[in-house]
């Protein structure tokens, strides 16, 4: 059975924040952190914008794409590392959100960045095991970062949701496999408004290792080379990241360009390999062969091998805004209501 992307759909939030403006704050030069980032700006969650309202817009507008009904979806999984709820799940609200059906299995997955493609995983294995008919995948992200920390000039917000099953898909999962170890580079404990990380220890140990094993796995799996694909997306924590990923690789930077986001955005967390698969099926063709990669901290990556179909002839992509629509409204903030936006202050 062939399984694969049946619709998707988007959201980014329209507020942003420069590095310069939060250097300024800081007394550190913004500009030159940016530069080093590779990232231009920021996306910044309104006071009334968290995981449930980013992953509930990115899923209607996935629905709006198709013809599925709601009540033929058997799974929803949220995957975040900043979902609102301690105890109480994200994924009800967003099924009620989107008129599923109540007969169905609902889970908020955790895993860093990963979680996002882990649910599609999940979904997946319910589909080809004829489970369920449709699964809905999500990933999203309101990301943290302490005041002044380096995190504070990437941690973004957006998602993006996937409807996977068997019928009508637009994009065929010709493969996918994953590469876990225990690698503590990123974390935050119970309680904790913010993370930790590991410094530079996040890099080689971390996200190279785990990104490159699954990467050539998959070369290795599907006897490709990087030239047999057209598009290339791998987590972005920030945009220097995966275009060093992708040059050890053997990728070129036009195959990874219309995926890469952060440099208008920042870091999503689990939404960011989403949103750039996304940004690449907004431009993409039948026949087209896409690799993606996601990277999740503690650690652990996703590998996907994906192909086009006939059948993005005929689906809706303009029911829905695409990503690059997303990228052209925007509100710039000065670090006051940035501050106000994300909680960092607050009136007595």
């Known amino acids: ?76 999984y949220v995957g975040s590392e900043s979902h609102p709820y301690a105890v109480k799940p994200s994924g009800t609200i967003v099924a009620e959100a989107i008129c599923a059906t109540p007969n169905l299995t609902v889970a908020d997955l955790e895993f860093a960045c990963k979680a996002g493609t882990a649910g599609i995983q999940i979904c997946m294995g319910l589909v080809g095991s004829k489970m369920i008919e449709y699964g809905v995948a999500i990933g999203a992200d309101t990301s943290q970062g302490a005041p002044g920390d380096a995190l504070e000039y990437s941690a973004s917000a957006g998602g993006a949701a996937y409807l996977i099953g068997s019928k009508d898909i637009i994009a065929k999962i010709n493969r996918t496999l994953s590469y876990t170890t225990d690698t503590p580079d990123f974390w935050r404990r119970e309680g904790s408004p913010y993370p930790k990380h590991g410094g530079r220890f996040t890099g080689e140990p971390a996200y190279f290792k785990h990104i490159g094993s699954a990467a050539r796995m998959m070369l290795s799996e599907m006897n490709t080379e990087p030239s047999d694909y057209n598009y290339a997306v791998f987590h972005q924590p920030n945009g220097k990241f995966p275009m060093r990923m992708a040059k050890e690789l053997g990728f070129s930077d036009e195959q990874v360009n219309d995926g890469l986001l952060t440099p208008h955005i920042g870091n999503t967390y689990s939404g960011a390999v989403p949103l750039g ?18 990277y999740g901290s503690g650690a652990g990556s996703d590998a996907f091998d994906i192909t086009v179909t006939d059948n993005m002839k005929k689906y809706k992509r303009s029911a829905a805004p695409t990503v690059a629509e997303r990228l052209k409204d925007t509100i710039h903030l000065d670090y006051g209501r940035y501050a106000k936006f994300k909680g960092k202050i607050v009136m007595g």
């Open 277 to 294: 698969l996304a940004a690449v099926l907004d431009v993409s063709k039948p026949g087209d062969r896409i690799f993606a990669v996601a």
């Open 1 to 76: 059975m062939d399984v694969g992307i049946v619709s998707y759909g988007s959201y980014v939030p329209r507020y942003r924040i420069t590095p310069a403006e939060i250097g300024r704050i800081w007394g550190i030069d913004g500009t030159a952190m940016g530069k080093g980032l590779f990232i231009n700006m920021k996306s910044v969650p309104s006071p009334d914008e968290d995981v449930i309202t980013i992953a509930t817009e990115a899923a209607r507008n996935m629905m709006s794409r198709c013809s599925v009904d709601p009540q033929e979806i058997g799974a929803i």
